[in-house]
């Protein structure tokens, strides 16, 4: 299977598109610390950065909310974006690029994304351009360089206009001029507020906005509307004159546009560089030129603009894979670590996330960073409250406030703190940390580790009705959920066999801890737990998804829409409520009614209208988001029960379905940098968009993807110290190479089938293992691995 096509071709390092217009949703991002840009092929750009929260230094065109970064975001003229405007002198032709939004036919076109720079080759009327761009290592700062080189034989005159939205800062107070001083245009603006104390919390935001340049201008405009004039960014009236009008902005829409009047020699080149950020004032923004541009004059001629990149944003290499697929290989090694650790590193850039999305984004980061993981665990049990619940979102700073969603009450988030404890322990076997004292939210009290999961766990065993069940409030995982318990009495099936599932995975560390009683307790809690889900959800050959405040049960073939959910069936895999007769028909079932070419949908049918004692889910359009689409956070825990019941090639084919190839990459629309978080479903319903991407990255998907690949098909999973090798092989898979970094030490295995064995054999160092178990590892020392697997026919449940 190879994702090369003639729209877009892969390097080891790269990706590559060769069309603006066919793929025209397509994207890469970058980011650091403080900062993301998800940059489209044609120019617009979506961008936020950290102050107290996520905000903005370039908008739309009208006032925005503050929300969260949405999914299938459409482009449009007037969408925030970084553009240059190219007019040869003397003749009329105009073009744009990257390419819009003049949007004309340009001769050749590359948009290239690498891991830290995103960059566009472009060759149009005997010129060739090179648009670069960067982030700054720790700054908030935007590092864009053109370079134009002249492929003919004569002298080339052009002028060209850097074009970089501003878009409508405030209601309050806005404007923009061009400062000869700092050699660009400085946008100024109050963001809006109401409250008297809001004042007081924002008087040192990052109210400018700057575009400054390296190459003195000729002219410049500063107002948007007087650059646009009558005619549309497609063709600016201003740009009938050659010369701009050095308009400034007086409460008019503020936009950065600076004009270069050049001569290129035959066969010679220039380049321009500019700089696009926010800036608290004045002062700030000289910094930023003194840095980025006058000490680079002055310093060594090494010290160039270039060399100002990010720090390396995609983590430590501890995972390197070789297979017969290089596609899987590519986004394995490459990208999907760089998507894990933006999500452990940054928090989805905001400083409040979700307690779920929080715990499970540093799951996948214990792979990369462990200290960061367990920094993580403890801060979120420091916000526990003595009760044993957990907040619906996570303060990450002292000036933090629960908004949005996590204002709603919803009963999932104790599930995860076992989750993510069982992938720190494995990972780095520091049992000490269950007895470290943390405080609670509420109280002066420090209690350890352990008695503030004890408390979690009797929190979730609590929170369950007559039957068993646990209450499902205004949501659980599936957080639009909203209205089957908002009464207090409706349950989720999810829930409960996600709580039976958290007791097991905390009564086994309970055992390795030395709390054999302890844990007992825990099981036998878990299978009260599962005989419930099995005598009252288990209906039609699956698991319903819950019981409505008014005592419907829903997600059963009873059901017009939404007849059955995915994230029942996969938990009651991991769980032990499926034995398996019931695991064979649920498995059927997945396969019959939610299975697509495009992936595992998360319900079907979908829903087409408001069903009040379900929610906010019915509302979303059909095969969008959780309803109904192929939401790949709950196909990525489906992927992990399959690993867990051996069904390998079943869960691969879930996994590799996820990224984007030369096959359907058309019907996508996206290139194979990241997984989204959905692609649309609805598959049967509305077939014409189905597999869609919702171009989002930010997602829970990442996590368990990477949690999959490492410990269960290349099976390399840390256990109290030891590495266990159990890897899973699709059966069309006849060998793989894996080099992969634990406790300091590196694993170099080579698997193969082989017709002499009929069960495994692992050979460390050339020696048979007794058990497929590496033990006493030793930091800085390199081991070789070779196993050997049984060839095979197919596999199981195929």
């Known amino acids: 299977m190879s994702q090369q096509s003639d729209l877009f071709y892969s390097t080891k390092e790269r990706i590559t598109l060769t069309s603006p217009t066919e793929l025209d949703q397509a994207s890469g991002y970058l ?38 970064m949405m999914p299938e975001q459409e482009f449009y003229a007037h969408h925030p974006g970084r553009f240059f405007y190219i007019k040869e002198e003397n003749k009329d032709s105009l073009i744009s690029i990257p390419f819009a939004p003049v949007k004309s036919q340009l001769e050749s076109f590359e948009f290239s994304v690498g891991q830290n720079d995103i960059c566009w080759r472009i060759k149009h009327g005997g010129l060739k351009y090179k648009i670069s761009l960067q982030l700054a290592k720790e700054d908030v700062v935007e590092l864009w360089s053109l370079k134009i080189i002249n492929q003919t034989n004569k002298v080339k005159k052009i002028n060209v206009y850097p074009y970089f939205s501003i878009g409508y800062m405030s209601w309050m107070n806005q404007s923009a001029s061009f400062s000869s001083e700092l050699n660009g245009i400085i946008a100024s603006s109050i963001a809006p507020y109401q409250k008297t104390e809001d004042y007081y919390k924002q008087k040192d935001f990052k109210d400018l906005t700057f575009l400054l340049s390296n190459k003195k201008i000729d002219s410049y405009c500063a107002q948007l509307a007087a650059f646009e004039g009558t005619n549309g960014l497609h063709n600016p009236e201003a740009l009938k004159q050659e010369i701009l009008n050095n308009d400034s902005a007086n409460y008019q829409t503020p936009a950065a546009i600076l004009h270069h009047h050049i001569e290129i020699n035959p066969k010679k080149e220039t380049q321009l560089n500019y700089l696009f950020g926010p800036a608290k004032d004045i002062e700030d923004v000289k910094q930023f030129k003194r840095f980025y541009f006058e000490q680079n004059e002055t310093a060594s001629s090494k010290l160039k603009f270039d060399a100002f990149k990010t720090a390396s944003m995609t983590g430590p290499d501890v995972l390197q894979i070789e297979t017969p697929d290089p596609d899987f290989d590519r986004f394995v090694n490459q990208w999907l670590p760089r998507q894990v650790y933006y999500h452990g590193r940054v928090n989805r850039m905001t400083s409040d996330p979700q307690t779920r999305n929080y715990l499970q984004d540093n799951l996948g980061m214990c792979y990369l960073d462990s200290n960061a993981t367990r920094h993580a665990l403890v801060k979120a049990l420091s916000q526990q409250f003595r009760s044993g619940a ?26 995860w703190l076992p989750l993510l404890l069982e992938v720190y322990l494995d990972e780095m076997n520091d049992y000490q940390l269950l007895e470290e004292k943390i405080p609670y939210a509420d109280c002066s009290d420090r209690h350890t580790v352990r008695e503030h999961i004890e408390r979690s766990i009797i929190w979730l065993v609590n929170a369950r009705d007559e039957r068993g069940l646990s209450y499902i409030e205004q949501g659980d995982w599936c957080d639009p959920m909203n209205m089957v318990g908002v009464k207090g009495i409706g349950v989720s099936s999810w829930l409960s066999v996600a709580t039976a599932y958290s007791l097991n995975v905390w009564a086994k560390i309970c055992r390795q801890s030395g709390k054999e009683d302890k844990a007992e307790d825990l099981i036998e809690k878990a299978q ?14 699956w698991y319903a998804r819950g019981i409505t405040d008014n005592g419907r049960v829903f997600g059963t073939s009873d059901d017009e829409e939404g007849k059955i959910y995915l994230n029942p069936q996969s938990w009651a895999m991991l769980s032990g409520a499926a034995d398996s007769v019931k695991m064979n028909q649920l498995l059927e079932a997945i396969e019959a009614n939610l299975e697509t070419p495009d992936g595992v949908m998360m319900l079907a049918p979908s829903y087409t209208q408001m069903v009040e004692d379900i929610g906010r889910i019915t509302q979303k359009f059909p095969g969008v988001a959780e309803n109904g689409s192929v939401y790949n956070h709950a196909a990525a825990f489906y992927a992990y029960s399959l690993y867990q019941q051996n069904y390998s090639d079943k869960a691969f084919r879930v996994l590799r379905t996820m990224i984007p190839d030369g096959s359907n990459i058309e019907r996508r629309g996206q290139l194979p940098l990241f997984v989204p978080n959905y692609y649309r479903g ?29 410990e269960n098909l290349c099976g390399l999973k840390g256990s109290q110290g030891d590495l266990l090798v159990n890897p899973q092989l699709p059966s069309h898979w006849n060998i793989m190479q ?10 170099n295995m080579q698997v193969e089938r082989d017709e002499n064995v009929v069960s495994q054999q692992v050979y460390l160092d050339n020696k048979l293992l007794d058990t ?25 449940f195929v």
């Open 738 to 747: 894996v080099t992969r970094r634990f406790k300091e030490a590196t694993f």
């Open 772 to 796: 497929a178990k590496v033990t006493n590892i030793q930091p800085g020392k390199e081991y070789q691995l070779r196993v050997l697997i049984p060839i095979v026919n197919e596999n199981k």
């Open 682 to 710: 609805a598959y049967h319903q509305l077939p014409e968009v189905a597999g869609r991407s919702s171009q989002l990255i930010n997602t829970g998907t990442t996590a368990w993807y990477y949690r999959c690949v490492i």
């Open 31 to 68: 980011w650091n610390k403080k900062m993301l840009l998800q940059v489209n092929c044609a120019g617009y750009v979506k961008s936020q950065y950290m102050q107290h929260d996520a905000s903005k230094y370039s908008y739309g065109p009208n006032i925005e909310a503050k929300t969260f």
């Open 390 to 415: 957990m907040p619906d979102g996570i303060l990450l700073n002292p000036k933090a406030e629960l908004k949005y969603i996590n204002q709603i009450p919803h009963t999932d988030h104790c599930v």
């Open 528 to 541: 009260e737990i599962n005989k419930a889900v099995n005598d009252y959800c288990w209906i039609d050959g």
